[in-house]
């Protein structure tokens, strides 16, 4: 070997020979530690489109406005909803073309799921922080049905969120039989369609006419005052003929189908509006009409919380007992025999029994089976 080539490998190695790969992706270390954004600004997300969040900052004061965010890269897999209140940075002036960064969302009070049905495993945020649930549905055209009152009342019992039912279109056809189902809960209710002719009117694309009684409209407003209220019910019940005339807006409203007897899509995201005339804080929140509104993310035992007139029946079951119609000795069957549950327990107790089945396989069937018992 050449004294070269023995001055070459008796070399002396250190840090400075070593080389790096650079990072395809870019230089700057990685790390989780991320931007606390102290001097964030709180904005209340009233609604969402095609990834840009519209929000109310300094809400309340002369200041208020409206600004629109873009959700922040760290925040890309979690859903931010109407409702939620969140954290701005950068442009907040709320002028044309500006664009503010949504880098937080605040911890929510309460929070409305549903799954697309009850196969579905995946949960779906339907709005967040709302105080209380209002159920729409109409006494006739198109149709109540009391499966779908039954899944938004275990919805919102589950979510901590008050329910209020709210029937329209009483004028015609007396909505009494339908309120005998719930006449064991303490839930509160609001009739639409008894003014014979009085209150507001709305008419549809497609020329028919809705109705929402001055009493309706006024008993509505004082039990959404300085609240926080989602409405949520099936296309062509009047719902967003309800909202316009709480909030002064412009929402399009739909008829109903004639061949279907189901109502048309009128809107297609969720969107919070100020209610007029009303304290500060008092937002409502319209939802696109429903076709179903799974409960994959219940829990059976929360589902019987939502039928406290005949939770108290459990007391006679073995310990175990499911309450489906596959459970043997069900104390169920016995304490709405008895006539403990009212005259309407079995229509209960049927319904119950549905939702607990729609969770097995058995009853489950299929994934359109389970859709379409919102529908019964």
């Not at 039989?177 to 006449?183: D, G, I, R, T, V």
């Not at 719902?239 to 279907?260: D, F, P, W």
Request: net charge negative.
């Amino acid at each position: 070997m050449s004294e070269a080539g023995t001055r070459r490998g008796s070399r002396a190695w250190d840090e400075s020979d070593v080389r790096i790969r650079p990072n395809k992706k870019g230089t700057r270390p990685r790390t989780k530690n991320r931007p606390a954004y102290e001097d964030a600004v709180t904005g209340r997300v009233v609604t969402v489109d095609r990834g840009r969040y519209t929000t109310v900052v300094d809400e309340g004061t002369p200041e208020e406005r409206t600004v629109i965010a873009a959700r922040a890269r760290e925040l890309r897999r979690n859903a931010v909803v109407a409702g939620d209140l969140v954290a701005l940075v950068g442009d907040l002036s709320g002028g044309p073309d500006s664009l503010a960064r949504l880098v937080r969302i605040e911890d929510r009070t309460t929070v409305l799921r549903r799954s697309a049905d009850d196969t579905d495993p995946v949960e779906r945020v339907v709005v967040a922080n709302a105080d209380q649930l209002v159920i729409v549905v109409a006494a006739a055209n198109p149709e109540p049905r009391t499966g779908f009152i039954d899944r938004a009342l275990v919805a919102a019992y589950d979510a901590g969120i008050e329910p209020l039912l709210c029937i329209t279109k009483a004028d015609l056809r007396d909505p009494a039989p339908l309120l005998a189902n719930y006449e064991h809960l303490d839930l509160r209710v609001i009739i639409s369609g008894t003014d014979e002719g009085t209150g507001v009117a709305a008419t549809s694309d497609d020329g028919e006419s809705a109705r929402l009684s001055s009493a309706a409209v006024d008993a509505l407003r004082e039990e959404l005052d300085g609240q926080v209220s989602v409405l949520l019910g099936h296309s062509g019940v009047g719902k967003s003929t309800m909202v316009n005339a709480l909030t002064g807006s412009t929402r399009a409203t739909g008829g109903v189908n004639a061949v279907t007897g189901r109502g048309r899509h009128t809107s297609s995201s969720a969107l919070a509006l100020k209610a007029a005339d009303a304290a500060p804080g008092t937002w409502i929140i319209d939802t696109p009409g429903i076709r179903s509104f799974g409960l994959a993310h219940v829990q059976a035992d929360r589902i019987l919380k939502a039928f406290p007139d005949l939770e108290p029946g459990t007391e006679r079951c073995e310990r175990g007992c499911r309450h489906d119609d596959h459970a043997v000795g069900c104390g169920l069957d016995s304490y709405v025999a008895e006539g403990l549950a009212g005259e309407s327990g079995p229509v209960r107790l049927a319904s119950l029994r549905r939702l607990l089945g729609a969770g097995t396989a058995e009853a489950r069937g299929s994934s359109h089976d389970a859709k379409e018992l919102g529908h019964q």
